[in-house]
């Protein structure tokens, strides 16, 4: 009986800790996250492993970026373009 009740928990609990890690994969929208590219943007330095990896965490948020009028600039500049294509990140048609 006390065997049977713990498969039972144990095949409620299962599948919902599967969601929760897909939930948790999912990106967060936060342009400060960005700021490892910053300075790569502004000038014409090649982009670090960090600047890569942030942009490639960020990507499902670029077209929310790139629609808000505080970004909207920083993230059309050519450098910005240039960053994206160096750390293998399609530009997005918005």
Known sequence: MKTSY???VFSVLVPLLGYQAQVTMAAVCNPSEL????????????PSK????KIQEQKPCLCQYASNPNFMKFLASPNAQKVATTCGVPI???
């Open 6 to 8: 713990i498969v039972a």
């Open 35 to 46: 700021s490892p590219c910053s300075s790569v943007i502004s000038s014409s330095a090649p």
């Open 50 to 53: 960090l600047c890569c990896s």
């Open 92 to 94: 997005p048609k918005c």
